[in-house]
């Protein structure tokens, strides 16, 4: 069935790969960037969209129910991310963060629940990490938006469930995308280097060196799809593991691994 999609974060990395598969298969799909002309993909109609203004985030909503009078799925793909201590970081590039992860995905879901509802159904698909399973070091306001977007996706799920709208989250093993360039880092302490530089590195460098988020997409497009959609879709043999190392280990084990992963201290 050929379905209204909104694809929020569509100039580039996994929102991009999406907006395009669903493009191909048929799909009426709107794919968003704060500058629209980003968002060149054949089949897709490009519409700005800045996550932390809410007329903005109004406009473009309203702008897909005039035209098709419903929007079937929501797919959440906006984000940068900030790295470095927690002491280095300001307040400003925290909530900037939460911002886009949890606070964003917050303001679009309330401006399509009420279409969804009415309309007896409709699908948001809200992209996670694995960060979200462990957190990264260096990156505790990105693991932590994801932690609580999970959080905020159960919460929602029992609340939508009765009006037919379904939620799932996604995480993703470390695909190639536009993230690592868009990595914002905090004020220096020289305290923390050089341990802070090799971990952020060596956390780009999985981005960088990492697959194409092709999967990531089709494994969306299949969650967009599925006769009865899945909460949480984990794509990626790292996205996976994780989880079952997490649940199966000893914590004083796990932390041990993966503190080794990124060369820090357990504590
Ligand atoms: N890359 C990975 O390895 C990986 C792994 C697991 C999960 N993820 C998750 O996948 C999602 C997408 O990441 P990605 O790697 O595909 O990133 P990306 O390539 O950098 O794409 C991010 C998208 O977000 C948009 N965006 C950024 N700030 C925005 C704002 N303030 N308002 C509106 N749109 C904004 C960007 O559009 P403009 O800049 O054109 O406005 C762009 O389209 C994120 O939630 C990320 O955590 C990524």
């Known amino acids: 069935m050929i379905s209204v999609v909104l694809v929020a974060g569509a100039s580039s990395g996994v929102g991009l790969e999406t907006a395009r598969a669903l493009a191909r298969r048929g799909h009426q799909v709107y794919g968003t960037s704060r500058s629209a002309d980003r968002v060149d993909i054949p089949g897709v109609r490009p519409l700005a969209l800045e996550i932390g203004d809410e007329g903005s985030v109004r406009a473009c909503v309203d702008h897909v ?22 002491e280095e970081t300001s307040d400003e590039l925290a909530l900037a963060q939460l911002r886009a992860y949890l606070l964003g995905a917050h303001h679009l879901v309330r401006a399509v629940l009420p279409a969804m509802r009415g309309q007896g159904g409709g699908r948001l698909v809200l992209m996670s990490s694995t960060a979200a399973v462990a957190a990264i070091p260096f990156h505790a306001i990105y693991s932590a938006s994801k932690a609580a977007l999970n959080h905020y996706a159960e919460a929602l799920r029992y609340e939508v469930a009765p009006f037919g709208v379904r939620v799932a989250c996604v995480e993703a093993t470390s695909v190639r995308t536009g993230a690592a360039a868009a990595m914002r880092e905090s004020d220096p302490i020289p305290g923390y280097e050089p341990v802070r530089t090799r971990v952020i590195e060596r956390f780009r460098r999985l981005q960088l060196d990492g697959p194409s988020p092709l999967p990531v997409a089709d494994g969306i497009v299949r969650a967009v799809e599925a006769r009865r959609m899945r909460p949480l879709y984990r794509i990626g043999t790292q996205a996976r593991t994780l989880p079952w190392l997490r649940a199966l280990l000893p914590y004083p084990v796990f932390r041990r691994f993966y503190a080794r992963f990124f060369h820090v201290s357990p504590g």
């Open 65 to 86: 129910l005039a035209r098709h009078g419903r929007l079937d799925a929501l797919v959440y793909s906006v984000g940068f991310y900030v790295a470095g201590a927690v």
